[in-house]
C-alpha cells in the first residue's frame, strides 16, 4: 500500500497537436500528477531529501511537455509518466493531460487523458513502466 502525493493544475505552453497550427503557435496544457510513494521514511526524518522533491519534479515534467512536439496527448502522457518514475521512489503515476483549447469546432469544457503507469518489477529506478 502506498501513500499519494499530488500536484495539480501545473500550466505549460507547448506545441503538441496534430495540426500545423497547433505546431506554429503553440496552446495551454495542463498536467495533473498522482504519485504512488511511501512517505513513511520521510515522515520519520523530516528530512526532504528522504521523499520526492515535488518543486524539482514540477521542473522535470514542464521540460518534458515544452520538449520535443508530438501529435498525441497519449504519447505526451506517457512521457510525463516517464519522468515521474525516474525516481525509485515512485511506485506508480497518474498523469493527466488536459487540452483545454483543443481544435474542436463545439462548445466545451476540457479535453483530458488519464493514464496511469506501474514501475517494472526488473528496472526500478530507470523510468520505464507498464501500462495498467
Same mark, same amino acid.
Given at each position: 500500500?502506498?501513500?499519494?502525493?499530488?500536484?495539480?493544475?501545473?500550466?505549460?505552453?507547448?506545441?503538441?497537436?496534430?495540426?500545423?497550427?497547433?505546431?506554429? &503557435?503553440?496552446? *495551454?496544457?495542463? =498536467? #495533473?500528477?498522482?504519485?504512488? /510513494?511511501?512517505?513513511?521514511? $520521510? %515522515?520519520?526524518? &523530516?528530512?526532504? *531529501?528522504?521523499? =520526492? #522533491?515535488?518543486?524539482?519534479? /514540477?521542473?522535470?515534467?514542464? $521540460? %518534458?511537455?515544452?520538449?520535443?512536439?508530438?501529435?498525441? =496527448?497519449?504519447?505526451?502522457?506517457?512521457?510525463?509518466?516517464?519522468?515521474?518514475?525516474?525516481?525509485?521512489?515512485?511506485?506508480?503515476?497518474?498523469?493527466?493531460?488536459?487540452?483545454?483549447?483543443?481544435?474542436?469546432?463545439?462548445?466545451?469544457?476540457?479535453?483530458?487523458?488519464?493514464?496511469?503507469?506501474?514501475?517494472?518489477?526488473?528496472?526500478?529506478?530507470?523510468?520505464?513502466?507498464?501500462?495498467?
Amino acid at each position: 500500500m502506498s501513500d499519494e502525493l499530488s500536484v495539480l493544475g501545473i500550466e505549460c505552453w507547448a506545441h503538441h497537436g496534430v495540426f500545423e497550427h497547433e505546431r506554429r &503557435d503553440g496552446q *495551454r496544457f495542463v =498536467i #495533473d500528477l498522482t504519485l504512488g /510513494v511511501d512517505v513513511s521514511s $520521510a %515522515a520519520a526524518s &523530516d528530512d526532504l *531529501r528522504d521523499t =520526492i #522533491d515535488y518543486g524539482s519534479l /514540477v521542473g522535470e515534467v514542464t $521540460a %518534458a511537455v515544452q520538449g520535443e512536439p508530438v501529435d498525441l =496527448i497519449e504519447t505526451l502522457a506517457t512521457r510525463i509518466a516517464g519522468v515521474c518514475l525516474l525516481d525509485a521512489r515512485v511506485e506508480w503515476a497518474r498523469v493527466t493531460v488536459h487540452k483545454p483549447d483543443a481544435p474542436i469546432e463545439a462548445t466545451f469544457g476540457d479535453v483530458r487523458l488519464t493514464i496511469t503507469r506501474h514501475r517494472t518489477p526488473t528496472s526500478p529506478g530507470k523510468g520505464e513502466a507498464d501500462d495498467e
